[in-house]
């Protein structure tokens, strides 16, 4: 078997196109632009190409983007000051703290000072036990574009057998939360799970989120199987900086029913659920209906 490929650039770039329309009916309708801030404290340099893509895909969709460039050296008073007058103003109905933080820095603090209502990451305390408990919630925008090429794919995912390898609170448990909202059967495994490729030839679905390059072989897939690789991981192979995922494409491919690539697959889906949200956000704020086809 040959697996169908995918394509996440395709879909991502769909999606922006949607939030585009959405956003020029409710600058004509309603005088309003969305607002996304991004916040990037020190000089990271993955982190600034993350920051430039998102302000240049923001305006790109016509809305406002607001970025913050902070020093490395920032305070964590300065920035949360810097987050009260984000969640103060009426112009910015998102805001993004661009991770990792420089070490000096409390994370979670900094996460939970943002309004859950501006949330566009989805990684507020108030928004992740929204989201457990099955309300309206901000969802993390990887697994929310995993979710929307996964029901894309399948229709519907009801009584799907759903194996998500990794646990982080980025990916891997709103992604499972995500499928549970679905009327999948999940399972999260990873690591230190016992007989993980016995575990993972269960799954109709696959999500990889494990953080290891190519960790995922053929040996792991169900025959059909449908594999999300939300790994992105730079490797040196034969003298080249080579972008690899978490499955080992080659091999998964020749089992699976589908596939998401890297590059080219789960990657360019994140902005584009993060203007989703944006735009989420906004029309909550507003009082107006949300978009269909571009929330959980
Ligand atoms: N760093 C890498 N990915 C992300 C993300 O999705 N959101 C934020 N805030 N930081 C990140």
Partial sequence: MTAKIIDGKAF???????????VARL???????????????????????????KGKQTAEAGMNSYEHKLDA????????????????DPAVHGILVQLPLPGHLNSDLVINAIDPA??????????????????????????????????????KLSGLNAVVVGRSNIVGKPMAQLLLGDSCTVTIAHSRTKDLPEV?????????????????????????????DVGINRIERDGKTKLVGDAHFESCAAVAGAITPV?????????????????TACCRANGLPEPDGLTA
């Fill in 12 to 22: 991502a770039a769909n999606i922006r196109g949607q939030v585009a329309t959405h």
């Fill in 263 to 279: 590059p080219g697959g789960v990657g360019p889906m994140t902005i584009a659920c993060l203007l989703a949200n944006t735009l």
């Fill in 200 to 228: 993972c030839r269960r799954a109709d679905i696959l999500v990889a989120a494990v953080g290891r390059p190519e960790m995922i072989t053929g040996e792991y897939v169900r025959p059909g199987a449908t594999v999300i």
């Fill in 118 to 155: 501006k949330d566009v990451d989805g990684f507020h305390i108030s928004n992740v036990g929204l989201l457990g408990t099955g309300q309206k919630s901000m969802v993390p925008c990887t697994p929310l574009g995993c979710l929307m090429m996964l029901r894309d794919h399948h229709g």
């Fill in 27 to 53: 600058k004509a309708d309603h005088g309003i632009t969305p607002g996304l801030a991004v916040v990037l404290v020190g000089e990271d340099p993955a982190s600034e190409v993350y920051v430039r893509s």
């Fill in 73 to 88: 050296n920032t305070s964590e008073a300065d920035l949360l000051t810097l987050i009260a007058k984000l969640n103060a």
